[in-house]
C-alpha cells in the first residue's frame, strides 16, 4: 500500500523541540519533494515546509523560519521535521505529502484528503 504516515507530534511547553516523521512505504520517497503541512480548526491548512526533489533547496514559512528545519533520509524512506522552540501558535495537525515540486505546496494545501496525521500541542 503507498502511503506516508506521520508521527511524533506530541504536549509540550513553550519552548520545547520535537521532531517529526514521515515515513513512507510502497513507494521510493527519494526524487520526491516533501512538504509539511498544518491545520488547525477553523483555519486553512498551510504549507509550512518544503524540501525539493534534489535536497538542493528548502522552504520555510515566515512563521517557522528559523526554527524548524526539514532534512531527508533515503535509508529510512523518510523526511523529518525538527523544530525548535515551539510556540502555542504552533499547535496544529501536522500532516506531509510527497510532491513532484515545492511549487506545488500551495495547491496540496487545499486539497481535503488527508489522513490522520500527528497532532503537536504547545502550552504555554
Known amino acids: 500500500q503507498v502511503q506516508l504516515v506521520e508521527s511524533g507530534g506530541g504536549s509540550v511547553q513553550s519552548g520545547d523541540s520535537l521532531r517529526l516523521s514521515c515515513v513512507a512505504s510502497g513507494f521510493v520517497l527519494d526524487g520526491f519533494a516533501v512538504g509539511w503541512f498544518r491545520k488547525v480548526p477553523g483555519k486553512e491548512r498551510e504549507g509550512i515546509s518544503c524540501l525539493s526533489n534534489d535536497d538542493a533547496s528548502t522552504y520555510y514559512d515566515d512563521s517557522v523560519k528559523g526554527r524548524f528545519t526539514i532534512r531527508r533520509d533515503n535509508a529510512k524512506n523518510s523526511v523529518y521535521l525538527q523544530m525548535n522552540n515551539l510556540q502555542p501558535g504552533d499547535t496544529a495537525i501536522y500532516h506531509c505529502?510527497?510532491?513532484?515540486?515545492?511549487?506545488?505546496?500551495?495547491?496540496?494545501?487545499?486539497?481535503?484528503?488527508w489522513g490522520q496525521g500527528t497532532q503537536v500541542t504547545v502550552s504555554s
Open positions: 505529502a510527497a510532491m513532484d515540486s515545492c511549487d506545488s505546496l500551495t495547491l496540496f494545501s487545499r486539497y481535503d484528503s
